[in-house]
């Protein structure tokens, strides 16, 4: 058994509030009768030997491929691996000093809680880049710090000292900086007016229908309207108004309850929200983390914060229309008719996948404020026969009280509708060339084996079709009349990742995955401009067994037409590569690689003894072509 705090967030998450070892039986009863005549037979090699007949023929690839690089092969190696005829550099990292009078990254000590609070934070995930005028804008999510990185200069890699603790809250939140390009060198510019920390202390406004609601009120903020802090944002979501949308992901991990007879709601308990904290000790330093003294504080983290990188001084907002959960991230569509619509995933074993449409139309140069709080929300049910639908939430379809409840419990919500649980929903990403929708299931080892957090059963088939899925998929669907605010769709699977070295069923993957291609957990995906998906992994990188040849951690870019899929790049040693977005001119693509050297490998980028330091880095053609 591992030591707790060497779990990732979904196992603490399981540790701390355990599932039922069986499903509700009048619940599966239920559940059978309402779905009898989509469902039929929920055996995982039937459902997909059906469901695949569109699927699988996609292994006729166009001779011309649409791929402007040669793909390259996995490694294990501690650096960054890029096809012949580009270029990777860094161009921030963990650490870095945003202004000139903040300290240098100090690898002895990795900083303190000052040096931290006025440099680039931890963990890269989402981001974007925004161009102002002639000057550009990165915005990076730092979605969470690795203990034993952080705090490696102590023992036993734990906090010692209250300074220890507010370092690692101060590596949180988003970072905001300028960069530019110098010759071939991409840098921050230090002193820039629009350099931000955004960190879990910074203040933001509650917005929308669960702005005011009881259950955001706190001790410090009694209306329940202002919030302070964002932390633990993973993916991202960018507006057609230019703004940024960070998603808050695995929030409940930093409360903990300094009363062990703390009785925790069920409410509390769908969201994992529990006595016990991922080790980072928040609570010892600001006694808002504690449940048992403050048990609304943490009602109000799992929202998506927009923020505007050109008004340095102006407060987040929380925008509460689109629901609380372990928001992955926020893939912004403009429909036809002008109305906004969002898709998210709830990143959790079992948990679903949302949309959100606005009720007003954007029109460039109109007010936007209100775009991101008045609309409906709904969640998706995939039927086996490759159709869907939405569900919108309301207090008549969920028996809740109100829209506010419905935004601030949404897990409950869209489990009293009857959503389809899901393996693990991580980015959602937008065709621009098609109405077309594409979801990453990272994996969900909990699949055909236990109910979700709700107690929602979560039978193999359909989108989800392999049990004790380790090695994910990518679903994708289609609106009914190329309207995404239609409540039906089409599916279908684009890729079951697998490792076909070892496995001859579902295991193996689709045709579109082989021996030279191969990867598990899709994670991040996005689409360049040309309609082409990028795909980024978040798995297992033993390089052995069910994962032997995929090596390390990757991004592959894939053809939606023909379903051909081609590595790109190999990250260094224990990392995840996430977080992607292009220079305005489509000459640079920016990747995040986050925690290298999680388990104490790497020491990557500076080599030697270095500390490992998570990075943005800047991918070039030689020849400066485009690359996206
Ligand atoms: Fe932070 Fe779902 O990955
Ligand atoms: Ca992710
Ligand atoms: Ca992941
Ligand atoms: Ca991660």
Not at 53 to 67: E, K, L, Y
Not at 320 to 333: D, S, W
Not at 590 to 617: K, L, T
Request: charged share 25%; aromatic share 10%; hydrophobic share 30%.
């Amino acid at each position: 058994m591992k030591n707790f705090d060497d779990l990732s967030f979904d196992e603490q998450d399981e540790v701390v509030n355990p599932r039922p070892e069986d499903n509700d039986f009048d619940r599966i009863v239920e559940l059978a009768l309402s779905r009898r005549d989509v469902f039929k037979g929920v055996v995982a090699v039937g459902g997909i030997a059906a469901l695949g007949q569109n699927f699988f023929n996609q292994s006729a690839f166009a001779a011309d491929s649409r791929f402007a690089f040669t793909p390259i092969a996995t490694n294990s190696l501690d650096d960054i691996t890029v096809p012949e005829g580009y270029s990777a550099q860094v161009v921030t990292r963990w650490g870095d000093p945003l202004w000139s009078d903040a300290a240098e990254f100090d690898h002895a000590t990795r900083g303190t809680a000052e040096s931290q609070a006025r440099s680039f934070g931890d963990n890269i995930d989402g981001m974007e880049v925004y161009a102002h005028g002639d000057r550009m804008l990165l915005v990076v999510n730092n979605e969470y710090t690795n203990r034993k990185v952080m705090w490696g200069n102590r023992e036993e890699g734990k906090f010692e000292t209250d300074d220890d603790i507010k370092k690692g809250k101060a590596a949180h939140g988003v970072t905001v900086v300028e960069i530019t390009r110098e010759g071939d060198d991409w840098k921050i510019v230090k002193d820039s007016e629009f350099n931000r920390r955004i960190t879990p202390d910074t203040e933001m406004d509650l917005t929308g229908p669960a702005a005011g609601h009881d259950l955001l009120k706190t001790a410090a903020d009694p209306n329940g309207t202002l919030s302070l802090g964002t932390w633990n944002n993973c993916g991202n979501g960018s507006t057609p108004w230019g703004t940024y949308l960070a998603c808050e992901e695995n929030f409940n991990g930093y409360y903990s309850s300094s009363d062990e007879n703390f009785e925790f709601t069920d409410e509390m308990k769908r969201y994992s929200v529990s006595a016990k904290d991922r080790g980072y000790g928040w609570a010892k330093v600001d006694e808002r983390f504690d449940v048992s003294k403050h048990p609304n504080e943490s009602n109000r983290n799992g929202y998506v914060v927009e923020i505007d990188p050109r008004e340095p001084g102006a407060n987040p907002k929380k925008r509460t229309a689109l629901g609380r959960f372990k928001h992955e991230n926020a893939e912004t569509v403009v429909n036809p008719d002008g109305r906004i619509v969002v898709y998210m995933g709830d990143d959790e074993r079992g948990e679903f996948i949302y949309r959100y449409v606005s009720n007003g139309v954007y029109a460039p140069g109109a007010s936007t404020d209100d775009l991101l709080d008045d609309g409906k929300l709904y969640v998706a049910r995939f039927y086996e026969d490759g159709s869907g639908t939405w569900l919108e939430m309301t207090p008549e379809t969920t028996g809740m009280e109100s829209q506010a409840e419905i935004s601030i419990h949404t897990r409950i919500a869209a489990s009293a509708v009857g959503a389809t649980t899901m393996d693990r929903p991580e980015w959602v990403a937008a065709n621009p060339k098609a109405p077309e929708i594409y979801v990453a299931l990272t994996n969900n080892k909990n699949r055909g084996i236990k109910p979700n957090a709700g107690g929602d059963a979560t039978p193999a088939g359909g989108p989800n079709p392999r049990e004790e899925n380790h090695y994910g998929q990518i679903v994708r669907w289609r609106p009914a009349d190329g309207d995404h605010t239609s409540n039906d769709f089409s599916w279908d699977l684009y890729v079951l990742a697998g490792n076909p070295t070892v496995h001859d069923d579902l295991y193996g993957g689709s045709d579109n995955v082989n021996e030279d291609n191969m990867f598990n957990s899709p994670d991040g995906l996005k689409f360049d401009s040309n309609g082409l998906l990028w795909i980024q992994t978040d798995g297992n990188y033993s390089n052995e067994k069910d994962f032997a040849g995929q090596g390390n951690n990757q991004m592959l870019a894939a053809d939606p037409a023909t379903g051909e899929i081609q590595r790109f790049l190999v990250g260094p040693k224990e990392c995840e590569v996430t977080g992607l977005t292009w220079s305005p001119d489509r000459r640079t693509m920016f990747v995040g690689i986050q925690h290298p050297g999680e388990r104490g490998n790497s020491h990557w980028p500076e080599g030697g003894d270095a500390v490992p330091r998570s990075a943005v880095i800047a991918v070039t053609r030689d020849d400066g072509g485009l690359v996206g």
